[in-house]
């Protein structure tokens, strides 16, 4: 007995050994403290005077505090090393990172802690024009992008097909500079902050076109204790409502007003008169229409107004599909999306027909007339888009927005258009388009507008917006709005 004591004693040393050695690992977190990482993103993250800093650093930092979680922030060299490591674990955390459909099951995420404007930007000299559409920006012969990155992970899906690759943004940026490429995909606030003073205006660069609206979230590994990411996100809320994410952006960017910061719902809308558009500009800019009016006035019953983000249809219809906590409108209830949001209405009617210039003779009396027209223009990944895909039509022109459709159509570089009656008839009284000047055709599709929620919004907000719509509709205000729009229409 005496030598089998002897002999399982080294054994059971050797193994409190491997235990003290394996605790020991400093690749390894000893503890729950959360490992934060970010690279440098100027104004969100980056080191200054020995200190890790920015907009999401500051944020993220208070968030956390608050909830009472222990962490340390630590600047990494390349987004890769970040990301895979909050990918492996374990007590992982990032920052400004985009929350996209990709992305959404590989972390638990917390935010949003800043929002992000992705645009395409160029010297004038290079010729490219502004605010062209996305089809027009594959047509520029270089953009600069960074390998991995968001905004060209977004580029690739769209299709591009004219991108130069860069290991880092400063790499990317001096090409740029230098006239090695003629444009470059950048976030808005980070190219501002990265140019020389001065150099914005005195190269003349301008906005080619605004291609993504993105939220920048805490992403934390998979295995971090879905308590701590919950109490994150109740001091993140608690953060945006009191207005302390704006004092924190204006620290850096003392420009920024609370439209520049993430809301708790981060709702969207185009510029498609006459349920929403905006009016003036800059400073003075205003979004307006009557689903803007019903939107306010629901919000304004709810106890908490978030702000309108106003972007392209195709941004935006594509952003509800994924992002918590997230809407859309005027959003048209098809069959075909039905099961992809969360409905709140109906606010809007959209009798839809094919319009023709009366000048040019045409008739549309059957969908086959139409399919045989050279043009038809409509709005890119609208209801009426989706229709004409889905009936086979061939002749389909797409636009950023319904304006352009009609404008299109006025000039002569479209035979038709396919849009709602209210609309046509709001942009022919406000670019002098007389009536007469417009036939209307068949009607093929006759539907209601609703504020579209994401499905990862939860049930019990998409319920308060309807119920507080429903309370419009009971006291007389929904009835006041429609008729100082549409006067004696029927409502929806």
């Known amino acids: 007995m005496k030598r089998f004591k002897l002999f399982i004693c080294p054994l059971f040393l050797m193994g ?7 605790g020991c690992n400093t690749d390894e977190p000893v503890n729950n403290k959360i490992q934060i990482q970010c690279i440098e993103f100027v104004p969100n993250s980056f080191s200054q005077d020995g200190k890790n800093v920015g907009i999401d650093v500051d944020i993220a930092s208070l968030a956390m505090a608050n909830a009472g979680v222990d962490f340390n922030v630590k600047l990494i060299d390349t987004w890769d090393e970040a990301y895979n490591a909050t990918l492996k674990g374990p007590n ?6 985009g929350y996209s459909a990709a992305r959404k099951d590989l972390f638990k995420w917390a935010g949003p802690t800043s929002q992000g404007m992705y645009y395409i930007f160029a010297k004038k000299k290079a010729g490219c024009g502004v605010l062209i559409s996305a089809e027009d920006s594959k047509k520029i012969e270089s953009i600069a992008v960074v390998k991995n990155w968001l905004e060209t992970i977004t580029l690739e899906d769209m299709g591009f097909q004219n991108l130069v690759y860069f290991d880092s943004y400063d790499a990317a940026l001096n090409a740029f500079k230098n006239d090695e490429v003629k444009a470059i995909s950048s976030d808005f606030a980070h190219f501002h902050k990265m140019l020389p003073a001065g150099y914005y205006t005195s190269q003349e660069i301008e906005q080619v076109i605004r291609y993504r609206t993105v939220f920048y979230y805490i992403a934390f590994s998979k295995d971090v204790d879905d308590a701590v990411v919950e109490k994150c996100q109740r001091a993140l809320n608690t953060m945006i409502e009191n207005q302390t994410t704006l004092t924190i952006s204006q620290n850096y960017l003392a420009e920024m007003t609370q439209d520049d910061v993430p809301s708790p719902i981060q709702i969207f809308t185009e510029n498609a008169a006459p349920y929403n558009y905006y009016t003036g500009a800059g400073a003075n800019m205003k979004i307006v229409g009557s689903s803007t009016d019903i939107v306010n006035e629901i919000q304004r019953r709810n106890g908490y107004t978030n702000k309108i983000n ?8 594509a952003t509800i599909q994924y992002l918590p906590y997230s809407a859309a409108f005027t959003t048209a209830r098809t069959t075909e999306r039905e099961a992809l949001f969360q409905w709140v209405g109906p606010i809007s009617s959209l009798r839809t027909c094919f319009y023709t210039l009366t000048k040019s003779g045409i008739k549309i009396e059957t969908v086959e007339q139409a399919k045989a027209l050279k043009s038809i223009a409509t709005p890119k990944d609208w209801y009426t888009h989706e229709y004409m895909k889905a009936n086979g039509f061939q002749n389909i022109v797409t636009t950023t927005t319904p304006n352009e459709a009609f404008r299109q159509l006025v000039d002569g570089e479209a035979e038709a258009i396919l849009m709602a ?9 406000n670019t002098g ?3 007469s000047e417009i036939t209307e055709h068949i009607e093929v599709i006759n539907i209601k507008g609703y504020i579209a929620f994401s499905l990862n919004t939860p049930k019990s907000i998409v319920d308060k917006w309807q119920a507080s719509l429903d309370a419009m509709r009971s006291d007389g205000t929904y009835k006041n709005i429609w008729e100082q729009w549409y006067g004696s229409v029927p409502m929806p």
């Open 433 to 435: 388009t007389a009536s």
């Open 92 to 97: 992982k955390a990032i920052l400004t990172i």
């Open 421 to 429: 009656d209210s609309r046509v008839k709001w942009l022919m009284d």
């Open 310 to 317: 106003l972007t392209n249809w195709s941004d935006a219809y």
């Open 16 to 22: 409190l050994s491997l235990i003290f050695l394996a």
